[in-house]
């Protein structure tokens, strides 16, 4: 399966906007290399060019791709889901995309980027609903609790995000968070109001339904 392998603040400088993929480092003042050099990547950046219509679709799917960390055949599968669903397309596909599990962990503070709740996922440290689950994209629904497995919170990682020193988090209307149990539970399906960065998710759709 194809992954990206370069550095991550390119990404930012293609898509022309932070998007924080290197936890703590992208909201230190000075130390994000997007801020020193906010243009894109390659020897004709600084050429200015009409961007065609199929052009910005194209930039604002790949933007979204890449917050969320998933690659162009699982995006599309989350497009055509959401299209099946009653409602507004975009809106079902942020939906969906907020929903999964690395995500989950991401906004519950526990990681510091969506990359390393990814891994934090596949090395199996969290259950649902008292069951181990190792898949980064699997999907939470209201009433599913999510934790830390036993086995892991005596580890450096997950022991310092309690106590009066832990870091403070603030998580979205529609999940609680139990800092001393490091738990948290959904309360609801995210909605579009609850999404924490910009986005034109009508341009994706556009794209997708030619």
């Known amino acids: 399966m194809a992954k990206y392998t370069g550095a991550k603040c390119r990404q930012c400088r293609r898509e022309g906007a932070k ?20 243009v894109a990547p390659g020897p004709h950046a600084n050429i200015r060019k009409k961007v065609s219509e199929y052009g ?19 995006f ?11 409602g507004i397309t975009g809106d079902n596909m942020l939906s969906l995309l907020e929903r999964r599990l690395d995500n ?50 005596s580890s450096v990682k997950f022991s310092k995000l309690t106590g009066a020193d832990a870091p403070l988090v603030t998580t979205p209307e529609w999940m609680e968070r139990n800092k001393e149990a490091l738990e948290g539970k959904i309360l609801r399906m995210p909605e579009r109001s609850d999404i924490e960065f910009e986005v034109e998710e009508h341009l994706i759709v556009e794209l997708y339904s030619k």
């Open 76 to 86: 599309r599968h989350y497009y055509e889901k959401a299209d099946r669903m009653k």
């Open 56 to 74: 910005l679709q194209l930039r604002e799917k790949q933007k979204t791709k890449r917050i969320y960390g998933v690659l162009e055949c699982q």
């Open 104 to 153: 989950v962990i991401y906004r519950m503070g526990i990681a510091n980027s969506r990359s390393q709740a990814r891994q934090l996922v596949t090395h199996a440290h969290f259950t649902v609903n008292g069951k181990k689950v190792n898949i980064p994209s699997y999907l939470v629904k209201p009433g599913d609790v999510i934790a830390v497995r036993e086995a892991s919170r």
């Open 19 to 38: 998007l924080f993929l290197k936890g703590d480092k992208c909201y230190k003042a000075g130390a994000c290399p997007f801020e020193k050099r906010p």
